[in-house]
């Protein structure tokens, strides 16, 4: 499948599927794991690639995380790469060590070892909720992902509840609950908004949709979180 121009995308997902299972074909086709962007709909609807995810290899440097991101299928054009702060890992299920304050920081680079900004995991402000994140990105202001459900939000519908915590809240702000698409118990999407200046840039479910809302954030940041993981 052709690849198209990741510098313009305002949607996408990360995994291998390039076209979904449908009642006319029993089983999807797959393709390598890459950057995808949903085109057309129903037996038309295809995952188009626009960046690859593929093991770091030079010109990246020794540093680099494991996975990195490129602009070809063959992993030749390297479009950019992380650097975990103080050896912090964080990629597919390894969490690596804290920083002294909690954090983990994730450095972007890309293809010529240019920074693109920074990307930052930041700890819970208490047991009820996950992490959230930040997103710095030279010229323009911090970036901030947080649960959809935060707040006074989650505290209105909490107390509503009366001791039955509403299932929708428990999942947006835990992430935990049923995901129906995956049928996983235990590793239910929760969506966050990525405010700027009090603007929405991004929202991301998981990795599995992503939606640019701003045309000025650099795509390649996006995608870096992506192949971090909203974990």
């Given at each position: 499948?052709?690849?198209?121009?990741?510098?313009?995308?305002?949607?996408?997902?990360?995994?291998?599927?390039?076209?979904?299972?449908?009642?006319?074909?029993?089983?999807?086709?797959?393709?390598?794991?890459?950057?995808?962007?949903?085109?057309?709909?129903?037996?038309?609807?295809?995952?188009?690639?626009?960046?690859?995810?593929?093991?770091?290899?030079?010109?990246?440097?020794?540093?680099?995380?494991?996975?990195?991101?490129?602009?070809?299928?063959?992993?030749?054009?390297?479009?950019?790469?992380?650097?975990?702060?103080?050896?912090?890992?964080?990629?597919?299920?390894?969490?690596?060590?804290?920083?002294?304050?909690?954090?983990?920081?994730?450095?972007?680079?890309?293809?010529?070892?240019?920074?693109?900004?920074?990307i930052r995991r930041i700890p819970p402000s208490g047991k009820l909720f996950k992490?959230?994140w930040r997103i710095s990105q030279p010229g323009h202001p911090e970036i901030a992902?947080?649960?959809?459900?935060?707040?006074?939000?989650?505290?209105?519908?909490?107390?509503?509840?009366?001791?039955?915590?509403?299932?929708?809240?428990?999942?947006?702000?835990?992430?935990?609950?049923?995901?129906?698409?995956?049928?996983?118990?235990?590793?239910?999407?929760?969506?966050?908004?990525?405010?700027?200046?009090?603007?929405?840039?991004?929202?991301?479910?998981?990795?599995?949709?992503?939606?640019?809302?701003?045309?000025?954030?650099?795509?390649?940041?996006?995608?870096?979180?992506?192949?971090?993981?909203?974990?």
């Amino acid at each position: 499948m052709p690849t198209v121009e990741w510098a313009g995308v305002w949607q996408f997902t990360l995994g291998t599927v390039e076209r979904p299972a449908t009642k006319y074909r029993p089983r999807a086709v797959r393709g390598p794991r890459a950057i995808r962007v949903p085109r057309g709909a129903g037996r038309s609807q295809v995952f188009a690639p626009c960046a690859y995810v593929a093991p770091s290899a030079p010109p990246a440097p020794s540093s680099a995380m494991e996975l990195c991101l490129y602009e070809d299928a063959d992993a030749q054009r390297l479009l950019c790469y992380l650097v975990a702060e103080d050896g912090q890992d964080g990629q597919d299920g390894q969490d690596g060590q804290d920083g002294q304050d909690g954090e983990r920081r994730f450095h972007v680079s890309d293809g010529q070892g240019k920074p693109i900004g920074t990307i930052r995991r930041i700890p819970p402000s208490g047991k009820l909720f996950k992490h959230t994140w930040r997103i710095s990105q030279p010229g323009h202001p911090e970036i901030a992902g947080r649960n959809q459900w935060s707040g006074h939000h989650v505290k209105r519908l909490a107390k509503r509840a009366v001791g039955n915590i509403v299932p929708e809240v428990l999942n947006a702000v835990t992430g935990m609950g049923v995901d129906e698409t995956y049928g996983n118990a235990s590793a239910k999407s929760r969506t966050l908004e990525w405010v700027s200046d009090g603007d929405v840039v991004m929202v991301s479910e998981s990795v599995k949709l992503i939606t640019i809302k701003k045309d000025w954030l650099d795509r390649r940041l996006a995608f870096a979180f992506a192949v971090l993981g909203d974990r």
